[in-house]
């Protein structure tokens, strides 16, 4: 027989699952941020009066009443800029620690950002180029700095930097952040490669939570890998890239366009050779493979493309058809121009926007036909 007692019982486990499945959103003051922002960099409670200062006592830290009088807007800002975090998250108004800091397709930036940091602080620099598991469309790659800004006892303490969430098998951000690891290598601020797993990423991608924190579940230590070899070695500078061929070409040029810019000094010596040598070297093989055949055909976009080679004017001609053989026409290829998210190809009369997928079967139809083409795109 079922008593009052159990069906009680049942209602207080039953109000205990549910809070469990859909908890309660914690209600934080200033006073509590303030105590978490210390502790989750390193600084126990009771040292925050010894490594902040700021007139603040034992009594004060220790009584979250006694905190919230004593901080002052003054107080409030001192602490975001000591850790340089977001004003408004310590004052309730933003769930974000941290602003992202941006450099892509501006690498040169970064560089300028590193020098006046140390100009300003004198600090010592390193950080982490972080990689997960590739997710399409997805951020999966992080550049995070952190600059020392104290130390309790043998302990140092941090001041973390964000800078840019990248697609590391996109070719333009593979060269923006090789661009970005050889910077900080010349300034001797050296950038570790980590591979971490997704959720450690995501909690650090949020921007709500400290880095490389056990309880905050942002620990950095996972496998290692060389961030430095994307300046030195062209064979891991190309490797996983996305859009085939395509991509590894573009990525090496673009790595070639910034050593010239003296974007790509690591402080390894000029591999600018190297990497020619390299790019060079695919081609010729590419090349050897296709001799001979001066004319191909394929199926892109829904078009019917076939492609030949003038061999006495060297001139590449298209011819297009389309399914229904409303539009068909031959016209001689002059240009390419990249956009955000497509590739133009220009003829003396016509013209055809392919996307990224489309253009990487076009290249290899474009290569199969005429192997010793240039690689690039005006």
Known sequence: MVGLGDIEAFY?????????????????NTAQRFIRLFEAHGVARAQIPRFFGHNLTLHQVEDYTELLKALSTEVVDAAATLFGIRIDWLEGGSEELYELKHFYKQPK????????VLHAGGNKIDGWLLTTESMPDEYDALILMREQVGELGEFPIYRYHFCELWIYGYWKCRADIAACVAQAWKRNCYIAGRFVGSFCFKHLVDLNRVPNNEAERTLISNSRFHAEDLTTNPALYSQGLMD???????????????????????GFGDKSELFKDFFHDKNTSKAFKYVGLFSRESSIGGLCMQLKTDETAGHVLLTVKSGNKETSYTDK???????????????????????????????????????????YIN
């Open 244 to 266: 085939k061929q395509f991509g590894i070409d573009s990525a090496l040029e673009r790595w070639l366009e910034y050593s010239q810019q003296g974007l790509m000094d690591s």
């Open 109 to 116: 930036l970064f560089g300028d950002w590193l020098d006046a």
């Open 333 to 375: 290829v002059v240009s390419y121009k990249q956009n955000e998210s497509s590739v133009i190809i220009y003829m003396e009369h016509h013209s055809i926007e392919l996307n990224f997928a489309e253009w990487a079967s076009y290249k290899e139809l474009l290569y199969d036909a005429n192997p010793d083409l240039p690689r």
């Open 12 to 28: 207080s486990l039953k109000d205990r699952f549910n809070k469990w499945r859909n908890p309660e959103p914690v209600v934080t």
